[in-house]
């Protein structure tokens, strides 16, 4: 299993990115005999994947990473880099490969304070590994004065450092970044290209599979978590019960706080398994004895890592919440298609019955105005709404249709 393997539906961009890696080792092979580099060569310093939501854009560039990084002795009988076993392949997957940092937005946008040392780091040589990578997993959250520090950092970068920059599409990135980019678009996988892959993947049955696919529209992460997490299909079924209890305010006001609520719980519990664990590993950087004081000094950095907590705690509770308004829009989505005579393309087989009183009971305009009234909601979010405001004024506005 190579780290291409995890890339669904996207064959074309792992031949680009295979044969980019293939080229980068020709590059360290010439420096290291202090010949001159190959004349023509596919590896370049800087790349910037966009694509849909769950086409995996995070994975290409950590495979990417991967491959970059592996040690297989394969490799010298003229393998494949991005084995999937070796110990460069494995620390570059999961996050831990000494050479490969992972910038990633905790809040609504990646500070500058956030790419400081990683910016300080991407000038250095690589410590164990082959090239020094850089994955900012965020790209578009970037806020003026952290992507001025990411744009010196590419324009002049130093010789074996390699950035990976993702985002949804190339105008999320400013101008004079995504001109030093090779740009790759990954597009959004079929649905029978992800059920495929939780079958032979995650051990997934085949018709659950099916249905999670479908579900999610060739969401990879959300269609993975759908047919693996009991948990998220019933807060999945409880959304798409929503629709058919919008009868009277006090009903919609109730279901906005239910989909308030039923978010923060998802933050609390990531809080839970994440939070305790950093602060006990700081304070033990720190030089703190078991349950006792941390040494004179050191408040500021404690401070500084509760505001991260708290920021990654908003930004999960608004993540949970735009998963939710996900499926509602699919819902309304297949309440159009029926509305219009369609059965073709309907991703809530599960909730035909739903989708059908509702096809009768509304109208094909009433339905786009109740779609955009979810679009405008997720807008309100990403403009720090108060997200109790933002669903409440959604919930309303899909019973007045």
């Keep these: 299993?190579?780290?291409?393997?995890?890339?669904?539906?996207?064959?074309?961009?792992?031949?680009?990115?295979?044969?980019?890696?293939?080229?980068?080792?020709?590059?360290?092979?010439?420096?290291?005999?202090?010949?001159?580099?190959?004349?023509?060569?596919?590896?370049?310093?800087?790349?910037?994947?966009?694509?849909?939501?769950?086409?995996?854009?995070?994975?290409?560039?950590?495979?990417?990473?991967?491959?970059?990084?592996?040690?297989?002795?394969?490799?010298?009988?003229?393998?494949?880099?991005?084995?999937?076993?070796?110990?460069?392949?494995?620390?570059?997957?999961?996050?831990?490969?000494?050479?490969?940092?992972?910038?990633?937005?905790?809040?609504?946008?990646?500070?500058?304070?956030?790419m400081r040392d990683t910016v300080r780091k991407s000038f250095t040589a690589p410590a164990t590994g082959r090239w020094q990578i850089i994955l900012v997993e965020d790209a578009e959250r970037l806020n003026e004065k952290s992507a001025n520090a990411v744009l010196k950092a590419v324009e002049e970068p130093a010789p074996r450092t390699v950035w990976l920059l993702c985002?949804?599409?190339?105008?999320?990135?400013?101008?004079?970044?995504?001109?030093?980019?090779?740009?790759?678009?990954?597009?959004?996988?079929?649905?029978?290209?992800?059920?495929?892959?939780?079958?032979?993947?995650?051990?997934?049955?085949?018709?659950?599979?099916?249905?999670?696919?479908?579900?999610?529209?060739?969401?990879?992460?959300?269609?993975?978590?759908?047919?693996?997490?009991?948990?998220?299909?019933?807060?999945?079924?409880?959304?798409?019960?929503?629709?058919?209890?919008?009868?009277?305010?006090?009903?919609?006001?109730?279901?906005?706080?239910?989909?308030?609520?039923?978010?923060?719980?998802?933050?609390?519990?990531?809080?839970?398994?994440?939070d305790g664990k950093e602060t006990e590993e700081l304070k033990a950087a720190l030089g703190a004895a078991q349950g006792g004081r941390l040494p004179r000094g050191t408040a500021g950095v404690m401070k500084d890592l509760e505001d991260m907590q708290k920021r990654r705690r908003t930004r999960t509770q608004r993540d949970s919440l735009d998963v939710a308004l996900g499926d509602l829009t699919a819902f309304y989505r297949d309440v159009l298609a029926l509305q219009f005579g369609s059965r073709v393309a309907i991703a809530n087989t599960d909730a035909e019955d739903a989708l059908e009183r509702l096809a009768r009971g509304s109208t094909p305009e009433a339905t786009l105005r109740r779609i955009e009234a979810i679009a405008g909601c997720r807008e309100a979010l990403d403009r720090n709404v108060a997200p109790l405001l933002a669903v409440e004024a959604m919930t309303m506005a899909l019973r007045a249709g």
């Design 1 to 114: 299993m190579t780290v291409w393997d995890d890339l669904v539906g996207q064959e074309k961009v792992s031949a680009v990115l295979e044969a980019a890696a293939r080229d980068a080792d020709a590059l360290v092979t010439a420096a290291a005999a202090g010949a001159p580099p190959p004349e023509a060569s596919r590896m370049t310093h800087a790349w910037l994947f966009t694509g849909p939501p769950g086409a995996g854009r995070n994975q290409a560039a950590r495979a990417f990473a991967a491959a970059l990084q592996c040690v297989s002795p394969d490799r010298a009988l003229g393998g494949a880099p991005g084995c999937g076993f070796c110990d460069g392949c494995h620390t570059a997957l999961i996050g831990t490969h000494a050479d490969v940092s992972t910038v990633a937005a905790v809040g609504a946008e990646i500070l500058v304070k956030d």
């Design 167 to 274: 985002a949804p599409s190339i105008e999320d990135v400013l101008p004079t970044i995504r001109s030093r980019c090779r740009h790759l678009t990954l597009s959004t996988p079929s649905v029978a290209a992800v059920a495929d892959m939780l079958v032979r993947r995650e051990g997934v049955e085949p018709d659950v599979a099916a249905a999670a696919a479908r579900a999610t529209q060739g969401h990879v992460d959300r269609a993975r978590r759908l047919a693996t997490d009991p948990a998220a299909r019933e807060r999945r079924a409880a959304v798409l019960k929503l629709p058919l209890r919008l009868d009277e305010v006090g009903a919609c006001l109730k279901a906005a706080q239910e989909l308030v609520d039923a978010a923060a719980e998802d933050a609390k519990q990531l809080a839970e398994e994440m």
